[in-house]
């Protein structure tokens, strides 16, 4: 697991400059370097000028660069004190490691869950509050929203689909390329349309996007390459990792885009809290009659003790 520190440069990471991304950088690849050098010779090292290491630091929550040394050398005292009570036997998983024949049954739940949690740090990384600000904003403020997403990807669009009516918010997917297509093109520019394709390569979901955009559409995309195809047509755009993992990358693509969708759904319900905890409650009301023990509430059947 990260240490604190990391975590908060990853928390920050998306908004930060591109010469502050520098500074940024050097940290993570040399924490243990980092915490012994002075502020002069950890910009000399990173290429970047002291003033852009203060400020990368102060947009990260950091109160100084003394502050930051602090924090990064009590961190790495208790990852070294952890590693100490728990000996040697860590085993250290790459990212981005493919599947051998003759890796043991039971060294792959380790390597899938360690592959994930890197995944899922490099997608906050690429995410950044500003944009995040704005797809819950465009969502929440439309008339209507469509989703479009195809193979692996619908099962994300499957998700945000349910999430979004939980909600209340008025919102469509048609499992149909064809049907996508059409009904991207009815659209407005009072509407807001989703497009989820890993690949970004997905041709039914980009020419969805493309009408959508053409129709004047707010157009938000969740993808994991930047320079995909289907960016192209992105108002709002969500990139995730930026690696290719795996064959077909089937395995890994859905866990970063379903906790894109998470943070869109937790992030609409803070716009709005009374609002959309009344709308809950609503679903809920809707839905308890299809659950078995429907009597059962606080764990005391039908109200008796």
Do not use: W
């Not at 975590?7 to 998306?14: D, E, L, P, R």
């Not at 003394?66 to 990852?79: G, S, T």
């Amino acid at each position: 697991m990260k240490n604190n520190i990391v975590k908060q440069i990853g928390s920050g990471y998306a908004d930060l400059r591109r010469s502050e991304k520098q500074a940024a950088d050097y940290i993570l690849k040399h924490l243990t370097e980092a915490s012994e050098l002075s502020l002069d010779r950890l910009a000399r090292s990173a290429d970047v000028s002291q003033p852009t290491v203060m400020r990368m630091l102060k947009a990260l929550g950091f109160a100084g660069y003394k502050d930051f040394r602090y924090r990064l050398v009590a961190e790495l005292a208790k990852e070294r004190e952890d590693s100490a009570s728990h000996g040697n036997g860590t085993r250290q998983i790459m990212y981005g490691y493919t599947l051998n024949e003759k890796d043991a049954l039971e060294e792959i739940p380790l390597s899938v869950t360690m592959t994930t949690e890197r995944m899922l740090e490099e997608t906050m990384k690429n995410f950044s509050g500003r944009i995040y600000r704005r797809a819950v904003e465009a969502l929440t403020g439309a008339r209507l929203i469509d989703i479009y997403g195809v193979e692996n990807s619908e099962v994300t669009a499957m998700d945000l689909l349910t999430k979004l009516l939980y909600l209340g918010l008025p919102c469509r997917h048609f499992s149909d390329g064809y049907l996508q297509q059409i009904a991207a093109g009815r659209l407005t520019p009072d509407d807001v349309a989703v497009g989820i394709s890993y690949s970004g390569e997905s041709k039914d979901t980009v020419d969805a996007m493309k009408a959508a955009k053409k129709a004047g559409a707010c157009t938000i995309v969740i993808t994991n390459f930047r320079e995909s195809t289907i960016s192209r047509y992105a108002d709002i755009l969500i990139c995730t990792s930026q690696e290719q993992i795996f064959y077909g990358n089937s395995i890994f693509s859905r866990s970063t885009q379903i906790l894109i969708v998470d943070m869109i759904y937790m992030g609409i319900i803070s716009s709005d809290y009374d609002h959309y905890v009344k709308e809950l409650n609503k679903c809920e009301k809707v839905v308890f009659g299809k659950a078995y023990g429907q009597g059962v509430k606080h764990g005391k059947p039908d109200g008796r003790k």
